[in-house]
């Protein structure tokens, strides 16, 4: 268990409310920080705090601009570094460059695992982030780390709304292979049956070519559950095929709500009754459509930053 009066909590400039959020969980201030910007637009960061022998830790969501944010992350943990810290430990509710984490052709970088060394070079001690867009990418970490999920609070969302009686009209559907497992332990925990979708992407980035479901949805109300929506792609077409399927309502759940390009008007279009996320990004006011839904990360985070073992 960490000694919370040893604790400073720094935040970056991406995510501020989160990091409210927990530092109030916590019952701490956040630390005091200066995040500038010069004339030619490069970052200037100053702590003004007396970190000597103190824990600290970094939240930083590198979302969208991912690059900034994590240059942003990068000189804060080196001008906390070179005041003499006990731990530095950086939590990284989104990680940034997550779908690079292998080589598709010959000549590309793995950016996944670029950002893991970048991480390591600045000296962090250990870090914290949340449901990886793939497990692989917890290889590249040369250093302690934490992986955490955000899974029970769709549980309990969804045990909410779910009455026992009306669990015979629901089911999960992964939108694809890779979010089978997590579906089947959300499927699990809520004692509901599970199908999936077989979707193939094209060789062009961020485009999804075809979708197969492979059982009946038919009068079900239906849950997918996935790390994130990027395009939204993947989840459009998918809640478009379980309506042709004739399904009832469709909820989506997602940890991370990238919403990229216009994938805000996609969804609001598109046959979803309910997307529910998290706050691991911070969506901005024109990316809070009626049919979103937020669930807060900061009691699970600041549990993890109680028990964190340094
Ligand atoms: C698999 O590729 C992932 O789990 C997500 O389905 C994907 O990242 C979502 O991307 P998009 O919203 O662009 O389809």
């Known amino acids: 268990m960490l000694n919370l009066n040893n604790v ?15 530092a109030k969980n916590l019952k701490i201030k956040l630390g005091k920080i200066t995040v500038k910007r010069f004339a030619d637009d490069e970052i200037y960061v100053n702590i003004r705090e007396n970190v000597v022998g103190k824990e600290c830790i970094v939240i930083q969501s590198c979302s969208t601009p991912g690059n900034e944010y994590l240059i942003e992350l990068l000189i804060i943990v080196d001008a906390i570094k070179r005041l003499q810290p006990k731990k530095i430990v950086v939590l990284l509710p989104f990680y940034p460059y997550r779908r690079q984490e292998k080589k598709i052709e010959k000549g590309e970088s793995i950016t996944a695992e670029l950002v893991a060394k970048l991480l390591h070079s600045v ?3 250990k870090l ?5 867009h793939s497990k692989v990418i917890e290889k590249f970490f040369k250093f302690p780390f934490r992986h955490i999920t955000a899974l029970s609070l769709f549980v309990e969302y969804f ?14 559907c992964a939108p694809d292979r890779g979010a089978l497992t997590l579906n089947l332990k959300l499927a699990q925990k809520l004692g509901l049956e599970t199908t999936f979708i077989f979707k193939t992407r094209a060789r062009r980035h961020d485009v999804v070519m075809g979708m197969k479901l492979m059982d009946h949805v038919e009068n079900k ?3 997918m559950l996935d790390d994130e929506i990027s395009t939204g792609g993947t989840i459009v077409l998918a809640s478009r095929l379980l309506k042709k399927n004739n399904a009832k309502d469709i909820f989506v759940a997602v940890t991370h709500p990238v919403l ?18 998290t706050d691991s990004i911070n969506l901005s006011k024109e990316k809070k459509i009626s049919k979103i839904k937020i669930l807060s990360l900061s009691k699970i985070l600041a549990e993890e930053i109680k028990l964190l073992n340094l």
């Open 8 to 22: 400073i909590f720094f935040s970056g400039t991406s995510n501020l409310p989160l990091a409210r959020k927990i």
């Open 159 to 172: 045990k909410k709304q779910i009455k026992k009686k009306t669990r015979k009209d629901f089911i999960v």
């Open 221 to 223: 109300n239906v849950i």
């Open 260 to 277: 990229s390009g216009n994938a805000v008007k996609k969804l609001a279009r598109a046959p979803i009754k309910q997307l529910i996320v």
């Open 128 to 132: 914290i982030v949340l449901d990886l």
């Open 123 to 125: 000296g962090i001690d």
